[in-house]
Structure formats: C-alpha cells, structure tokens
C-alpha cells in the first residue's frame, strides 16, 4: 500500500526550505527570496555559434598573495582577465561545493578555456573572448541585479562578446 501524502506536502528534502531556515537561523530577518525575473534576460543569438564570440564567466576568483586569509576576506568584485595565458590555478576555497568529494586542481574542469580556444580552432565557435570574466557569489539580488551583472555586462560589452557560458562553483 502506498502512503498518502497531502498535495502541498513534500516526501523530499526542500533545498527552498533549508535555505529558508538557515538564513533565519543566522538572524536575517527577511526569509530567503528566490531570484524571480517575469522577463528573461536571454535571447536567441543573432549570428551561428561558429560566427560566435564566446565569453566564460566564473564564480571563482583570482588567487590571492594571502589566500590563507579566510575565506570572506577574498574581494566581491567582478573581474575581468586574459585567457592567453590561462590562469593555473583559481582560487576557490571561498566557495561552497563538496570537497571531500572533489577538487579544483585542474582549472579546465572548472574554467574550460583550453576546451574552448579548441572549439575556435575547429571552428564550432567563432571565437574565445580574450578574457575570461569572475562575479563573485554574494547573497545580495540588489547587489548582483544593480552593481554586478551591469558591470558583467559591460565587460562582455566591450570584448564584443556574443555569448557567455557561466560555469558557477
């Protein structure tokens, strides 16, 4: 026999939830909102990806001199930064992921810009921007709606960048 569950009762663990009551339990007074845009910011490309500038976009950031500082002590800014070299390594200790099941020692599984100077060079894309591009991850939708995803755009903007691929931690 199956159990009954009520319609508006979940048998599963509610990220939507959890968050809620952690936010709470840190003393925010406001409950966790979820980002909601009736109007979505993306489009249909206007040109083939393989006439395409692509763009990659990181929630990790550059290493830092002193990254023994603590993980809140890293800068929350956007970043912009060549992919010719590409970067090592990344700093992302700062970030929350599983790291007893993972790592982030090999960049390209994380920032896959030797991947993507590939696909230009086969063609599937038209281009790689000459940079790559960092927002940092703050739990702030008035900070990322009005400072940060502006200035990301800007940045793309400017490298005449078609396309981006956010490949978050």
């Known amino acids: 026999m199956t159990e009954m569950v009520e319609p508006n009762q979940r048998i599963f663990v509610s990220y939507i939830d959890k968050s809620r009551e952690y936010y709470l339990a840190q003393g925010y007074g406001n409950p ?3 980002a909601y845009h009736q109007d979505s ?5 206007k040109k083939p990806l393989a006439e395409a500038r692509v763009g990659l976009v990181t929630t990790a950031s550059l290493v830092q001199d002193a990254a023994d500082r603590g993980p809140f002590s890293v800068p929350s800014v ?3 930064a060549p ?5 090592e390594r ?11 099941a993972t790592h982030t020692n090999d960049v390209d599984s994380f920032v896959p810009i030797h991947r993507l100077q590939e696909a230009a060079a086969s063609k ?5 921007s000459p940079r790559f591009y960092g927002i940092p991850t703050v739990y702030s939708q008035r900070q990322t709606n009005q ?5 990301l755009l800007r940045l793309c903007r400017e490298d005449g960048v078609d396309a981006a691929i956010l490949v978050a931690l």
């Open 124 to 128: 599937r894309i038209g281009s790689l």
């Open 83 to 87: 992919v010719d070299p590409a970067p």
């Open 147 to 151: 400072a940060d995803a502006p200035e």
């Open 32 to 34: 966790y909102r979820w």
């Open 90 to 100: 990344l700093y992302t200790e700062h970030r929350f992921w599983d790291k007893e």
């Open 78 to 80: 956007v970043y912009a």
């Open 41 to 45: 910011p993306f489009v249909r490309l």
